[in-house]
T-cell receptor, first 116, second 114 residues
Framework: AQTVTQSQPEMSVQEAETVTLSCTYD???????LFWYKQPPSRQMILVIR??????QNATENRFSVNFQKAAKSFSLKISDSQLGDAAMYFC?????????????FGKGTLLTVNP | EAQVTQNPRYLITVTGKKLTVTCSQN?????MSWYRQDPGLGLRQIYY???????DKGDVPEGYKVSRKEKRNFPLILESPSPNQTSLYFC?????????????FGSGTRLTVV
């Protein structure tokens, strides 16, 4: 079983600045996967970035990068050069490698506002 | 276009009136799952299916039923909806196990039970 905690219900950032969203997790599995999803007002769930726990290198996708601290069970998302289109709800999620259920366990979300 | 299609997008119903939310995927995914999203709670899994005729409960299955008679379809059934089932519902699918691109989500169904 996993738990995911997002301690920041809301965050704001100025356009073109950098913001970091926090996420901590707990899991009893040795192999697992971590995700950040973006949910804009359209409600669509959009995968932003994914990290395999066995990989030490932090994942990056263009302006999005993660700081994965496995020992601390921390998985923060950094958004560089923030754009107005980045405004959305962001969810951190975890999935174990077990084959009985490929369930994503989500945090409660962080609402990101981007100020022009 | 590869997608998960949910219908309806919005639904208002009355307490006790049976309803079905449909979910269909065109990617030949084995795994399908339903989530509900509530403010301050994130997304929680209701039911999942590993393949045709194989379904099991998630974290919040009470008041819901599912079926998986065909690989592409995974309907969510509320036999007697109650106001506490007012929520935003998502269907998701993936290969088994999920590959590099993980899950594909539907566009969501906003359900209101009065």
């Amino acid at each position: 079983a996993q738990t995911v905690t997002q301690s920041q219900p809301e965050m704001s950032v100025q356009e073109a600045e950098t913001v970091t969203l926090s996420c901590t997790y707990d899991t009893s599995e040795s192999d697992y996967y971590l995700f950040w999803y973006k949910q804009p007002p359209s409600r669509q769930m959009i995968l932003v970035i994914r990290q395999e726990a066995y990989k030490q290198q932090n994942a990056t996708e263009n302006r999005f990068s993660v700081n994965f601290q496995k020992a601390a069970k921390s998985f923060s998302l950094k958004i560089s050069d923030s754009q107005l289109g980045d405004a959305a709800m962001y969810f951190c999620a975890c999935r174990g490698s077990g084959g009985s259920n490929y369930k994503l366990t989500f945090g409660k979300g962080t609402l990101l506002t981007v100020n022009p | 276009e590869a997608q998960v299609t949910q219908n309806p997008r919005y639904l208002i119903t009355v307490t006790g009136k049976k309803l079905t939310v449909t979910c269909s995927q065109n990617m030949n995914h084995e795994y399908m799952s339903w989530y509900r999203q509530d403010p301050g709670l994130g997304l929680r899994q209701i039911y999942y299916s590993m393949n045709v005729e194989v379904t099991d409960k998630g974290d919040v299955p009470e008041g819901y039923k599912v079926s998986r008679k065909e690989k592409r379809n995974f309907p969510l059934i509320l036999e007697s909806p109650s106001p506490n089932q007012t929520s935003l519902y998502f269907c998701a699918s993936s290969f088994s196990p999920p590959g590099r691109y993980g899950y594909t989500f539907g566009s969501g169904t906003r359900l209101t039970v009065v």
